[in-house]
């Protein structure tokens, strides 16, 4: 087992976590306009669908290796360039950073859990995303690829679900200090084209 591979990837997922994206933004947003418990709600199923992504992929990519190892690196190729191909979005994207939270609907933190758990299940991206990013840290010879991705899943799940939450609790502090430094908008899409590169590198490597 190398730990330094699994360290590389808990290190890239938290930053990838910090970096502006739908599910944050989103979970910031429900945070300011409804409290944090209703933001950790949202959270909770963003995270819990996860779940479902990480058992397509612990299935479907492990017998893909167990039948091709070509075919694999080949995945692995994809996932770097669909990664550097996100890192150019970002890069074609506006720095600014809007938290627009006067029009947010009330919901339930039932209704948020379930919003959550299918924005990330019923979005393709998620498991593309997922394809790419998984397969280059595999982290062991002799043990069941299927183990190796539900542990990947489960340091995945787990950063971000810390990183999340905190977003959530301090979703106050965090809009206000974006509103008072222009900048942390650039910073933060420099930081996310940086983890993209980044991860397609290592990957490739």
């Given at each position: 087992?190398?730990?330094?591979?699994?360290?590389?990837?808990?290190?890239?997922?938290?930053?990838?976590?910090?970096?502006?994206?739908?599910?944050?933004?989103?979970?910031?947003?429900?945070?300011?306009?409804?409290?944090?418990?209703?933001?950790?709600?949202?959270?909770?199923?963003?995270?819990?669908?996860?779940?479902?992504?990480?058992?397509?992929?612990?299935?479907?990519?492990?017998?893909?290796?167990?039948?091709?190892?070509?075919?694999?690196?080949?995945?692995?190729?994809?996932?770097?360039?669909?990664?550097?191909?996100?890192?150019?979005?970002?890069?074609?994207?506006?720095?600014?950073?809007?938290?627009?939270?006067?029009?947010?609907?009330?919901?339930?933190?039932?209704?948020?859990?379930?919003?959550?758990?299918?924005?990330?299940?019923?979005?393709?991206?998620?498991?593309?995303f997922f394809l790419a990013f998984f397969p280059g840290f595999l982290f062991s010879d002799s043990m069941s690829t299927?183990?190796?991705?539900?542990?990947?899943?489960?340091?995945?799940?787990?950063?971000?679900?810390?990183?999340?939450?905190?977003?959530?609790?301090?979703?106050?502090?965090?809009?206000?200090?974006?509103?008072?430094?222009?900048?942390?908008?650039?910073?933060?899409?420099?930081?996310?084209?940086?983890?993209?590169?980044?991860?397609?590198?290592?990957?490739?490597?």
């Amino acid at each position: 087992m190398n730990i330094d591979i699994l360290l590389s990837f808990a290190l890239a997922t938290s930053a990838l976590a910090i970096s502006p994206g739908p599910d944050n933004i989103y979970v910031l947003v429900q945070s300011i306009a409804n409290g944090k418990s209703y933001g950790i709600a949202t959270v909770c199923g963003l995270i819990t669908g996860c779940i479902i992504h990480t058992s397509l992929l612990a299935f479907g990519v492990s017998a893909i290796i167990a039948s091709n190892e070509k075919l694999f690196f080949g995945i692995k190729l994809l996932g770097a360039i669909y990664l550097i191909y996100l890192a150019y979005l970002v890069f074609k994207s506006d720095a600014s950073l809007s938290f627009d939270s006067d029009n947010v609907p009330k919901k339930s933190l039932k209704q948020l859990f379930i919003q959550g758990f299918f924005m990330n299940v019923l979005n393709p991206k998620v498991i593309i995303f997922f394809l790419a990013f998984f397969p280059g840290f595999l982290f062991s010879d002799s043990m069941s690829t299927v183990i190796q991705f539900y542990i990947l899943g489960g340091i995945f799940m787990l950063v971000s679900f810390i990183i999340f939450v905190s977003i959530a609790l301090l979703a106050g502090n965090i809009k206000t200090y974006t509103m008072t430094h222009k900048n942390s908008g650039l910073v933060l899409k420099w930081l996310q084209i940086v983890v993209f590169v980044g991860i397609a590198v290592f990957i490739l490597l």
